[in-house]
């Protein structure tokens, strides 16, 4: 039992390692554009840079987890995320601002794909769902936790503070690693690092249709989360008319949402069938999303708690939802989690980068349209997942190579 406790706790930590780089430095992004001069659009692309690493870096790291072990990469990973936070708070421009950022991405990209594939390699069936649960109920804390930190480093110690806490989580998080993680991929199940190998296993998970559909359709479920965590800056302060320090009228009720679901999750596991959690899950989306553009049609102001209250009843549903969904998609190919856990990671990321850098901009300067965004990716989302349910199931896993 203890051991699950500190093997969740480190999950978690490896969970908030991307979470963190992307939170707990909004509230500076007004800070940012002053010092250097530039507009917001500018600054919203030192965030879309970081997502976008975070997305193509996903595709390598689980496949090399499956080569060289889960713990080992994690440690690299936490290292190179601190030494890359400690380059950004030293900065002298945007542009070196931008580059590094996408640095920092590159390592922040191990932490989820891996405690995922670390979730598989030790539980299986309604005990997996209940360890991700865990492991999503405490990383719900960062993006809860981070704006509000973050607020308080911006307004004592100005943007860079925020970097050189990040610096200290990611060395942490590497003792942590080293000390407590345990290598939960025996050297007999590692995948050789051969080109060969590893592009026919990844086109075997991408030629089958019903895994693409599914990695899609969850990606896009979770990437309406995106609208309003890359907004938060202009949502908060430009729309809802806040301070820096007041993002946790956003992040506290958003966050609390998905905590609350990730522990009804783990309860349910064992108590319901996994479809009747997911009919629930599915609800929450609409009726959190709807409800959010009827508000914003019907409302010239927008206030707190109102403006949120709908946000909240999404992230509920999401946070239903992404145990079930994602240990449906890593069940396709159950020899191949790390890389499994690769791709879905890469799509979730690149749609979070696309959403953050091209959508958004388009959007943060209404109410409304944040609104319907947010709708429009959950909508399709599900209406893509409900195509994934109707594609056959290909015989894919009896495929991979291993040598």
Not at 52 to 81: E, N, P
Not at 344 to 366: K, N
Request: proline letters at 4%; a positive charge; one cysteine or more.
């Amino acid at each position: 039992m203890k051991s699950n406790v500190s093997l969740t706790l480190v999950l978690a930590l490896c969970t908030m390692l991307g979470a963190l780089g992307i939170d707990t430095y909004l509230p500076s992004f007004h800070a940012i554009a002053q010092e250097f001069g530039v507009g917001p659009a500018a600054v919203q692309q030192t965030l879309s840079v970081y997502v976008l690493a975070m997305a193509i870096t996903m595709l390598f790291y689980g496949t090399l987890s499956d080569t060289f072990g889960r713990r080992r990469v994690l440690m690299v990973a936490s290292m190179g995320y601190a030494l890359t936070s400690v380059a950004v708070a030293v900065v002298t421009s945007i542009e070196a601002l931008v580059a590094v950022r996408f640095a920092q991405g590159a390592m922040a990209g191990a932490g989820m794909v891996i405690a995922r594939a670390v979730v598989q390699d030790r539980f299986q069936g309604a005990d997996a769902q209940r360890m991700l649960s865990m492991v999503m109920f405490c990383f719900g804390l960062a993006p809860a936790i981070a704006p509000v930190f973050g607020g308080w480093l911006q307004t004592h110690g100005g943007w860079r503070a925020a970097f050189f806490f990040l610096a200290a989580f990611g060395a942490l998080l590497a003792l942590l690693c080293w000390r407590v993680l345990p290598e939960t991929l025996p050297a007999e199940k590692r995948v050789p690092l051969k080109l060969g190998v590893i592009t026919h296993n990844y086109l075997t998970a991408l030629r089958n249709p019903q895994f693409r559909l599914m990695v899609l359709g969850l990606a896009l479920m979770a990437g309406a989360n995106a609208i309003y965590i890359s907004a938060a800056a202009e949502f908060v302060m430009g729309i809802l008319k806040l301070n820096e320090t007041s993002f946790g009228w956003l992040f506290i009720p958003l966050i609390g949402g998905s905590m609350l679901g990730s522990a009804i999750s783990g309860v349910l596991a064992q108590r319901i069938p996994a479809r009747i959690q997911k009919f629930i899950g599915y609800g929450c989306l609409l009726l959190g999303s709807g409800s959010n553009v009827l508000y914003h049609t019907f409302t010239s102001t927008p206030v707190v708690p109102w403006a949120v209250l709908p946000i909240t009843c999404y992230t509920l549903g999401i946070a239903l939802l992404m145990p079930i969904l994602s240990l449906q998609v890593m069940g396709v190919f159950p020899h191949m989690r790390g890389l499994s856990s690769s791709l879905q990671g890469f799509t979730q990321m690149s749609v979070f980068a696309i959403v953050a850098g091209v959508v958004v901009p388009q959007l943060f300067h209404s109410g409304l349209g944040l609104a319907a965004g947010q709708l429009v990716c959950v909508v399709m989302g599900m209406l893509v997942w409900w195509c994934a349910t109707r594609t056959p199931r290909a015989e894919s896993h009896h495929s991979a190579k291993k040598s």
